[in-house]
């Protein structure tokens, strides 16, 4: 009997502890299909619980999962058709001509700002660049590039100068050793000449 007694007190705390939730779910919209069930236990539990004896516990679960799982049907429902309206609402929303053309607006003014900013970005690394060329040509010694171009070009004349009187001086000597090589070969022209006088004798 005490057995039996300690069951029906824990069915009896069950549907009130179950009632309380199923109440308190319906402030937590699509999640009031939990208190739904929760609801739907409180009222098996305590109907249970009275059978075997009534308790007020028991009872006070009762009609609070009645009215626990009725509010929290209705809610369910509710939120359900106005999140199926609001969907619906959005995609006619989304589709229609008019946010398009917002849509579109948007994206244009997006797309001019980027290209501004674009814009900019090159205009200050031109001048950047610019900027960093005068620097450069400002930093080089003008006068000492120019006095080291003209002595480099007075050397390379000086050189091919040199160069000129070597060859022109190396080819004398060649045309002399010739002509000298010349003048010692012997022609034969001695021998003809004294041919030519015994005959005419």
């Known amino acids: 009997m005490a057995d039996e007694q300690k069951k029906t007190n824990g069915m009896a705390v069950a549907s009130l ?9 319906i402030c937590f919209g699509m999640f009031a299909w939990i208190g739904l069930i929760l609801g739907i236990l409180a009222i098996v539990f305590g109907v249970v619980a009275n059978k075997k004896g009534k308790d007020g516990k028991a009872t006070a679960g009762l009609v609070m999962g009645i009215v626990g799982a009725a509010i929290s049907t209705i809610v369910f429902i509710s939120c359900a058709i106005c999140a199926y309206n609001v969907n619906k609402v959005s995609k006619e929303v989304v ?9 579109d607006s948007i994206k244009d003014k997006s797309d001019k700002k980027k290209d501004s900013k674009k814009e900019e970005s090159t205009d200050e690394l031109s001048e950047a660049l610019d900027k960093a060329a005068d620097e450069i040509v400002d930093s080089i010694d003008v006068d000492g590039l120019e006095q080291g171009l003209t002595d480099a070009a007075q050397a390379l004349t000086d050189g091919l100068t040199d160069a000129a009187k070597e060859v022109h001086k190396e080819t004398a000597k060649g045309l002399k050793g010739m002509f000298q090589a010349l ?8 021998e003809d000449e004294g041919a030519e006088e015994e005959e005419s004798n």
């Not at 003048?183 to 001695?190: A, K, P, S």
């Open 17 to 25: 502890v179950c009632g309380i939730l199923s109440l308190v779910l």
């Open 95 to 103: 589709n229609s001509k008019e946010w398009n053309e917002v849509f």
């Open 183 to 190: 003048g010692e070969i012997d022609w034969g022209l001695d």
